[in-house]
């Protein structure tokens, strides 16, 4: 059995007042919610106050993106250790928008899975496909592509440690999500490429999390698939009522 996690990706959103104020309503919520990992992913600036905020709680905090370098002189980025003294247990890795925004390829998620790893950060990894690459039935080539970029050169230990989540472009932030079926099929095919190079026991124990427009009134049918072990939510996390009716989704 794969616990399933559901995570909130706060994006640019969020105050440090507005951030605390968010964790202190949620607390409550989800605090009987023993049947998934909860984690929460606040901008840079909050996160010392969140995870401050969640001590005791079942909420584990994850940052947005991580540098490679434990330091130096890279303007505008956060090392491992940087966000492991803020008390981040995970982090976020190759968004959408990290790739589009700041030309992040397979080889700087690499740089930084590694990384992470290295620190003891759990990685949650991001992959998919854009709209004309699944028009083009281009689907399992990208995701393939992002496999063997991504996580080249981990040992099948290391790989254990990863979270996945498949995103496909199309379906963030437009309200336009995979089905249900759409999306087993996409994570079926990632777990075989896992399965072929890491072992059938890390492929049957990688949670891969489905994101892209998951609401409260999806996301049941989207945990209902065998193959989707939770989900990466953006706006639907941004209120803790709508975040907490993810968490607290219906189950059989
Ligand atoms: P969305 O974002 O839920 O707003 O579509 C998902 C994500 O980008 O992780």
């Known amino acids: 059995m794969r616990t399933p996690v559901i995570a909130g990706n ?17 607390k409550p919520l989800v605090a009987a919610a023993a049947h998934c ?3 929460v992913a606040p901008p840079f600036t909050a ?3 969140v995870t401050e905020a969640v001590k005791g709680s079942n ?7 991580v540098h490679w370098d434990k330091e130096g002189a890279h303007t505008g980025d956060i090392s491992p250790v940087m966000l492991l003294e803020a008390g981040c247990t995970h982090v976020i890795i190759g968004h959408s928008e990290r790739r589009t925004d700041h030309g992040e390829t397979d080889e700087s998620v690499n740089r930084k899975v590694k990384a992470a790893l290295a620190r003891g950060l759990l990685p949650i990894v991001c992959v998919g496909e854009r709209l004309a690459e699944r028009e083009a039935g281009k689907t399992e080539e990208v995701l393939k592509r992002q496999f063997q970029g991504g996580f080249a050169g981990l040992t099948p230990e290391e790989f254990s440690r990863i979270i996945v ?4 472009v199309w379906a963030i932030g437009t309200g336009r999500t995979a089905t249900p079926e759409m999306a087993a099929e996409s994570h079926r ?3 075989g490429l896992v399965r072929g190079q890491f072992g059938e026991a890390v492929a049957g124990a ?8 998951v609401k409260p009134d999806n996301v049941a049918g989207l945990m209902a698939q065998e193959e989707i072990d939770g989900a990466l939510v953006g706006g639907a996390s941004l209120k803790p009522d709508s975040f907490a009716a993810l968490v607290n989704y219906p189950r059989a």
């Open 59 to 65: 909420i584990a905090v994850a940052a947005q993106d």
């Open 165 to 168: 989540a498949y995103e496909p």
């Open 206 to 213: 990688l949670r891969i999390l489905y994101g892209g427009s």
């Open 10 to 26: 706060w994006k640019m959103y969020k105050t440090i007042a507005e951030a605390v104020d968010f964790v202190t309503k949620l």
């Open 37 to 39: 990992e909860v984690i």
């Open 47 to 49: 996160l010392r106050a």
């Open 189 to 191: 095919y990632f777990r």
